[in-house]
């Protein structure tokens, strides 16, 4: 590193540190305008949920299945959450359709699990529905149904496999008898206690967290794209003269691309590391209050959050660099960068959570480096490094810096002739 490109780093470093009061007073604007967005997604998705589930009426003919299919519906928290089973006659369920007392019932036939251990296919069950029935609640029930057949059809095959080992070993009848309605009720409790079975993982549409951890996280990555906008005069395109003179120096534009990424760097680093202050000091101050909004009980976990979060300045720092050596002008930068940080957001799912985005922006969302960012950094809150994507963002950063310095180096090109 030659003695005049330090000297010229040194003062890319002053000018981003002169414009830390204008990009702490934009800042303070945009956490504004994320804590009503916080604020309004928590009233939004936190409502106290009415309990408007669908009425079913099951009809078991089938004493096994009523001796035990309750339970299995009632054991599934999925099902439980969506319907609400009632046991009764077939004549019954379909005059508690026609008078609206029941959205839907299921009715067995007899002998429908005893087909399911001899064949592996049992009889259809009849499915009775209003002509209101919504084709959802429709496909859920035959889902749900289906499900409940594979789990009894995989216990028939353990129960069978194990009487003709048992066989083999010359059990009489009685003890194959006595096996097989022991086998079965192991089996039963095997399906009603899945818990024991299966093992869960949590589906949660905020990354496990709850919402106002998932949007603090969002709020920093988007927090450190717009803080892009204060960058403006940081990074607008010098006097030709100057980076002529720059040029027959030695600094061209690999050089020049590395000292203004690093000064927009240091900018993001200041202000990722104030917010870590800010929570450090709160966490000294009211510990209770971390734990209660952040999950963060020892200071340990509060830095390895950080140090998760550190990549995400990489892939803003390049990508805000980049989208201004794009631009043709100041103003351009900035209205091109609040354009691409805001899809870029609602795509990947920093603005509303990605589950509740539709299926073609969720699959695009997921390509965009501003996803990346927010798992890093939620993983982060969850204490959970997630190398895989750190080295995406990494990666990231390289390209968009690679494609900042051939753009460069083609507008000098184009300049010269």
């Not at 870590?276 to 966490?283: I, N």
């Amino acid at each position: 590193m030659s003695r005049l490109f330090r000297k010229f780093l040194g003062l890319e470093g002053k000018r981003a540190v002169k414009i830390l009061p204008q990009y702490y007073l934009g800042t303070a604007l945009l956490v504004t305008l994320f804590v009503v967005v916080a604020l309004a997604g928590n009233a939004a998705l936190s409502k106290e949920e009415k309990d408007d589930r669908v009425e079913i009426a099951l009809v078991m003919q089938d004493t096994y299945l009523k001796n035990y299919g309750m339970d299995v519906l009632q054991s599934s928290a999925s099902a439980s959450s969506v319907y609400r089973f009632t046991e009764t006659t077939e004549e019954e369920a379909i005059q508690g359709i026609k008078d609206g007392k029941y959205d839907g019932a299921m009715v067995f036939p007899p002998d429908y699990i005893s087909k399911i251990f001899d064949t592996g296919t049992p009889e259809p069950a009849k499915f009775y529905e209003p002509p209101t029935m919504n084709s959802l609640d429709q496909g859920l029930m035959e889902g749900l149904i289906e499900v409940g057949c594979g789990l009894i059809s995989v216990s028939s095959s353990y129960v069978l496999g194990g009487l003709e080992v048992a066989a083999d070993y010359g059990l009489s009848n009685q003890q194959l008898t006595d096996l097989q309605n022991e086998m079965e009720l192991y089996m039963a409790a095997r399906v009603i206690n899945r818990e024991d079975t299966f093992v869960k993982a949590d589906a949660s549409d905020t990354g496990g967290q709850t919402l106002f951890q998932y949007y603090f996280c969002a709020g920093v990555v988007m927090l450190l794209m717009l803080g892009g906008v204060a960058c403006g005069t940081l990074l607008k395109g010098d006097a030709r003269s100057l980076e002529d003179q720059l040029a027959m120096h030695g600094i061209k534009s690999p050089q020049l691309a590395l000292a203004r990424y690093l000064a927009v760097l240091l900018l993001f680093f200041i202000f990722y590391t104030t917010v870590f202050l800010g929570l450090y000091v709160t966490w000294l101050a009211k510990p209770d209050t971390m734990e209660k909004y952040f999950a963060i009980t020892k200071f340990a976990e509060l830095r390895k959050w950080y140090l998760a979060g550190l990549p995400l300045l990489t892939v803003a720092a390049a990508l805000v660099l980049l989208v201004y050596t794009f631009s043709a002008n100041q103003i351009g930068g900035i209205l091109l960068l609040f354009l691409l940080t805001a899809l870029m957001g609602y795509a990947s799912g920093c603005i509303v959570p990605s589950a509740y985005l539709p299926k073609a922006v969720r699959h695009v969302g997921r390509y965009l480096p501003t996803f990346t960012m927010l798992k890093v950094s939620v993983g982060g809150l969850r204490q959970k490094v997630d190398w895989v994507n750190t080295a995406l963002l990494l990666g990231e950063a390289l390209v968009a810096w690679l494609v900042t310095v051939g753009i460069m180096s083609l507008n000098r090109w184009r300049e010269q002739r």
